[in-house]
C-alpha cells in the first residue's frame, strides 16, 4: 500500500520547546516538501528536497530545520524561534522534473501554548 | 511569493448544479495543477494541464487553460454534497529550475444535499 505518511495526527507543545514532525514515503520518489497552512489560506513552502543529502529553502523557512538523511524520510523540526508555529503542516513528494504531480500526506496539526 | 488566485473564495451550490472555479497567475507556467482538500486532510491530485494543452477532462471535472489571459478554470459538472471541500491551482514555471509549485488561497465549494 503506497502513500506517504506523517505523524502524529495532532500534536501539542509549549512554547520555546523545539518539536519534530515526520514525514515518510514508499513511492520511490526523489523529491519531498514541507509546507504550512493556516486557517482559510493556501500553503506556504518551507523548504524541499530534490534529492538524500540535499535541500533548499522555500519562502517561510526562518525557525525551521529539516534532514534528508533517507530517500523515504524527511522529518521537519520546529524550533523555538519560530515565531507563529501553531499551524497545519502537509508533507508531499514528487518524482522531480516537470509536469509531476505532488502526493500529499495527511497533515499534522501542531498547537503551541 | 502566491502566483495562483483563486475565484471566488467561497462558492454554495445546490446539489446536481455546476461549480466553477477560476483562477489567475502572474508569469509564465510549465503547467497548471488542480488540488482538492477535505477539512483537515492532505491535498489530492485532481488533474493537470500543460501550458500547450487549452482543455482537459476528467469524469466531470473540466480544466480550461488561457495563457494569454494567465487563468484557468475547473468546472465541475452535476456537483454532488461528496464535493464539498476547498480547490487550489498551483503553478510552475519555466524560469523556476526547482519545479516547485506555487498554490493559491483556494475556493471553498459548498454542495447542498
Known amino acids: 500500500d503506497g502513500g506517504i505518511t506523517q505523524s502524529p495526527k495532532y500534536l501539542f507543545r509549549k512554547e520555546g520547546q523545539n518539536v519534530t514532525l515526520s514525514c515518510e514515503q514508499n513511492?520511490?520518489?526523489?523529491?519531498m516538501y514541507w509546507y504550512r497552512q493556516d486557517p482559510g489560506q493556501g500553503l506556504r513552502l518551507i523548504y524541499y528536497s530534490q534529492i538524500v543529502n540535499d535541500f533548499q529553502k522555500g519562502d517561510i523557512a526562518e525557525g525551521y530545520s529539516v534532514s534528508r538523511e533517507k530517500k523515504e524520510s524527511f522529518p521537519l523540526t520546529v524550533t523555538s524561534a519560530q515565531k507563529n508555529p501553531t499551524a497545519f503542516y502537509l508533507c508531499?513528494?514528487?518524482?522531480?522534473?516537470?509536469?509531476?504531480?505532488?502526493?500529499f500526506g495527511p497533515g499534522t496539526r501542531l498547537t503551541v501554548t | 511569493s502566491q502566483q495562483g488566485e483563486e475565484d471566488p473564495q467561497a462558492l454554495s451550490i445546490q446539489e446536481g448544479e455546476n461549480a466553477t472555479m477560476n483562477c489567475s497567475y502572474k508569469t509564465s507556467i510549465n503547467n497548471l495543477q488542480w488540488y482538492r482538500q477535505n477539512s483537515g486532510r492532505g491535498l489530492v491530485h485532481l488533474i493537470l494541464?500543460?501550458?500547450?494543452?487549452r482543455e482537459k477532462h476528467s469524469g466531470r471535472l473540466r480544466v480550461t487553460l488561457d495563457t494569454s489571459k494567465k487563468s484557468s478554470s475547473l468546472l465541475i459538472t452535476a456537483s454532488r454534497a461528496a464535493d464539498t471541500a476547498s480547490y487550489f491551482c498551483?503553478?510552475?514555471?519555466?524560469?523556476?529550475?526547482?519545479?516547485?509549485?506555487?498554490f493559491g488561497s483556494g475556493t471553498r465549494l459548498l454542495v447542498r444535499p
Open positions: 508531499a513528494s514528487s518524482m522531480w522534473g516537470q509536469n509531476h504531480e505532488q502526493y
Open positions: 494541464i500543460r501550458s500547450n494543452e
Open positions: 498551483a503553478t510552475d514555471g519555466p524560469m523556476d529550475s526547482s519545479y516547485k509549485l506555487i
Open positions: 513511492l520511490n520518489h526523489d523529491a
